[in-house]
């Protein structure tokens, strides 16, 4: 097994944050699993909120879940519309909301292709216009037909999880949060 | 094709086309003369048996459809594929390789809620064996039509029909309608699915067609299997007869399918299982070829081939032995093909195998990962020898006795295959067996009983004046490094 050793060594490589701050901040963290079948919305799976956690850590920010709006984002699809909500709701910023609308979108070869667009919005009062967005389009292949939009959504989740990071970036980088040595 | 693509990626910016696929590249150079397979078919498992692919499924939302909303919406979906990569194999990538698959439109919303049109190219299946790369339960493959699929989340429903005449026999076309559908129950959301369905071909006499089914009278049958029909009947009845050879009949066919699926999992470690069930009557073959007197002669076989049955069964199933740190997949196949009109000739129609393949995915870090896979497989023809066990087998024998006018080949009737493939696997993506993209240093061996048991240029015929000596070899190595994205 020797020879596995540089291979292993590679892996575990990974690369830093750009930016981080001094001292942990908070940040209130939404996240919105929709349907293109329903209006029911739920949270991102469990393991996908782990790794936008650990883009939020790995910067020095503490993600606070404050929980999911189920019925008003049920019907107030669009970013703005839903961080309207979590105003109305009085949720202190920063907020960072992630949210993904994974639709089905046909057999290919032996796979259940899956389209997933994502958003990232990142609401804060230091943030250029208060907002700092990001877009993922990207797509799934799910093996079995019983798997759904939450499956769909992990199988990118390395995707989301890097977007997260660049929102998050630019978001510092307007604070004038310098790049990580 | 090009003109479909740039086109699509022309607009790709609008946010309204998507450019997916599927690519598999590998270079296996054969130390052993073989053609860079381990063996030769994916019943002993996918993983080095299989060669170069490349797909790209274009979609474009004709008409954007919106989350949660009852609007109409409508997508055109091509997709090109093939299995050629330049310096990968021997067709170097040439276009000619590839072919415009699918083209269908799909629309929603429209006249009926929950149900989506289809109009084009109609394949549907019901699941996969991915460590086959085998769909058994799959309708209308060759079909081009009109099809409705009602969705909910309990239960998938499809009906559809259309024609398979193009896809069966290309240049001599005859219409095949095709009709069929199959139904899929969630009678356990993520822990237990039930479905079925099947399909139906038939094919009509159509007098003076001459692609319509026919069958020629008064042949018989090893007399056709032995293409000695004209010599038979020129010695029966002369060569001043031989315009008289009796003309074609028309006939009607027909084949059909029957398809079965159990889904089940999300219990404890078990991901997921997948049983799928196939049982076809085949389509008959409609001609053959023999020379009399100079003059090509065909025979129409109808009634020689319209016995033709196939079984085939699946099983697979995903298992999570240490969270995070591996993973097993563990499939079988067994399959039976059989010929009722045929009982003195080894053939693909007039077999069976049986097949089972474990692999195991060990994740030292997250990207780092290690891939054992093993399999066991046994062919067997029901008519006899059809495998050379070596180098000097003789070619046609009856009984194990040398035999020129015997209808077997070789010494064995029975193929047994073992194969080992292992190596380190890099998947920038995380975890999963059949997570993608997925890069691969893999070495491969394969025991069978068959000599040569892979794709190979070695002279096989046993003559004292071949210009290269014949070789005998059970033992098959490949070294590949190779990767496989889907996007």
């Known amino acids: ?181 | 094709m090009l003109a479909l693509l740039l086109a699509c990626l022309g607009t790709a910016d609008a946010g309204n086309a998507d450019v997916g696929g599927y690519f598999r590249v590998a270079a296996r150079p054969d130390l052993q003369g073989g053609s860079g397979r381990l063996g030769y078919w994916n019943l002993y498992g996918r993983l080095l048996n299989e060669g170069s692919y490349g797909m790209l499924e274009l979609r474009y939302d004709v008409l954007e459809r919106q989350p949660a909303d009852k609007q109409p919406w409508s997508t055109v979906h091509a997709r090109i594929e093939g299995g050629s990569i330049s310096n990968a194999d021997s067709l170097q990538g040439s276009l000619a390789a590839f072919r415009l698959s699918q083209v269908y439109v799909k629309s929603g919303n429209v006249l009926l809620d929950g149900v989506t049109w289809q109009v084009g190219t109609l394949e549907s299946f019901l699941g996969d064996l991915g460590l086959y790369d085998m769909r058994p339960a799959t309708v209308f493959f060759d079909t081009v039509g009109l099809s409705a699929r009602y969705e909910s989340r309990d239960l998938e429903l499809l009906v559809g029909a259309g024609d398979s005449g193009f896809k069966r026999y290309g240049l001599d076309y005859n219409a095949l309608p095709t009709v069929g559908g199959t139904a899929r129950l969630r009678l356990l959301d993520g822990h237990l699915e039930l479905g079925g369905g099947g399909e139906l071909m038939i094919e009509s006499a159509v007098g003076g067609n001459v692609n319509a089914p026919y069958h020629t009278p008064g042949i018989d049958y090893e007399d056709w299997v032995r293409g000695e029909v004209a010599e038979r009947y020129l010695a029966e009845f002369g060569p001043e007869l031989a315009d008289y050879f009796p003309g074609p009949e028309a006939r009607n066919a027909s084949a059909n399918k029957v398809i079965g699926y159990l889904g089940f999992g999300g219990v404890g470690p078990l991901v997921w299982n997948n049983f799928f069930l196939s049982y076809s009557q085949e389509l008959p073959q409609k001609s053959t070829t023999e020379t009399m007197l100079g003059e090509p002669l065909t025979l129409y076989v109808h009634d020689f081939t319209d016995e033709r049955t196939v079984l085939m069964m699946g099983n697979e199933l995903q298992v999570r032995l240490w969270p995070e740190r591996l993973d097993m997949v563990w499939g079988g196949v067994y399959g039976d093909h059989r010929d009722g009109d045929n009982d003195i000739v080894p053939s693909d129609h007039d077999r069976t195998y049986a097949s089972t393949v474990l692999r195991l995915q060990a994740y030292p870090t997250e990207t780092v990962h290690f891939l054992a896979e093993t399999s066991l497989a046994r062919e067997w023809s029901r008519n006899g020898n059809t495998y050379r066990e070596h180098a000097d087998s003789i070619f046609t024998n009856d009984m194990g006795r040398p035999d020129t006018r015997g209808l077997q080949y070789g010494d064995s009737d029975t193929r047994n295959t073992w194969q080992l493939k292992v190596g380190p696997v890099l998947q920038p993506t995380g975890r999963g067996i059949f997570n993608r993209p997925s890069l691969r240093l893999l070495y491969g061996t394969q025991y069978s009983n068959q000599n040569n048991a892979f794709g190979n240029a070695f002279v096989e015929s046993v003559d004292q004046y071949n210009d290269f000596e014949n070789v005998e070899q059970h033992w098959h190595h490949v070294l590949a490094a190779e990767a496989e994205v889907w996007f």
């Open chain 1, 1 to 181: 097994m020797r020879w596995m050793l540089p291979l292993l060594l590679v892996g575990c490589l990974k690369p830093g944050p750009k930016r981080m701050v001094e001292t942990a901040e908070p940040v209130r963290l939404v996240t919105v699993l929709g349907s293109y079948e329903s209006e029911a919305v739920e949270e991102l799976p469990p393991s996908v909120v782990a790794r936008v956690s650990e883009e939020l850590q790995a910067r020095q920010l503490q993600p606070e879940a404050v929980g999911l709006f189920a019925e008003a984002f049920g019907v107030r699809r669009t970013v703005p519309a839903r961080l309207e909500v979590l105003e109305e709701a009085g949720i202190a910023q920063p907020v960072l909301m992630v949210s993904c609308d994974p639709r089905f979108d046909t057999q290919v070869n032996g796979r259940f292709r899956w389209q997933v667009d994502c958003s990232v919005a990142l609401s804060a009062a230091d943030a250029e216009g208060g907002l700092e967005q990001g877009t993922l389009g990207a797509s799934a292949h799910l093996v079995y037909y019983h798997q759904q939009e939450a499956e769909a959504v992990e199988e990118v989740s390395a995707l989301v999880g890097r977007e997260v990071g660049r929102v998050l970036d630019r978001w510092l980088a307007t604070r004038g949060v310098p790049e990580a040595p």
